[in-house]
Nanobody, 121 residues
Framework: QVQLVESGGGLVQAGGSLRLSCVASGRIFSINRMGWYRQAPGKQRELVAIITRGGSTNYADSVKGRFTVSRDNAKNTVYLQMNSLEPEDTAVYYC???????????????WGQGTQVTVSS
């Protein structure tokens, strides 16, 4: 019923930039929070950044000042602009969305399939 599809990952040198996108599609009535998480090999999935429908944001300390999360509510899309990338940023990046489906009466959390970001030193 609902799909989240990430794009924009890839291989970049340290100090470089990437922009991730995540589009939510399907029987969507409204989207509350949207966010980005990442999981490096051997580590737990961790929060990178979240953004509310109204545009309030929250970031992990490790990415503050380097990453910027934004969204386009009309397109059901969330973005993550990543600058000054470091090898420690290497991970699979996942987006999620807390949303209500058409005809539904509750908020559920949906996840994308992930996109690989690799930063070489």
């Amino acid at each position: 019923q609902v799909q989240l599809v990430e794009s924009g990952g890839g291989l970049v040198q340290a100090g470089g930039s990437l922009r991730l996108s995540c589009v939510a599609s399907g029987r969507i009535f409204s989207i509350n929070r949207m966010g980005w998480y990442r999981q490096a090999p051997g580590k737990q999935r961790e929060l990178v950044a979240i953004i509310t429908r109204g545009g309030s944001t929250n970031y992990a300390d490790s990415v503050k000042g380097r990453f910027t999360v934004s969204r386009d509510n009309a397109k059901n899309t969330v973005y993550l602009q990543m600058n000054s990338l470091e090898p420690e940023d290497t991970a699979v990046y996942y987006c999620n969305a807390e949303l209500q489906t058409t005809g539904g009466d509750r908020l559920y959390l949906y996840w994308g399939q992930g996109t690989q970001v690799t930063v070489s030193s």
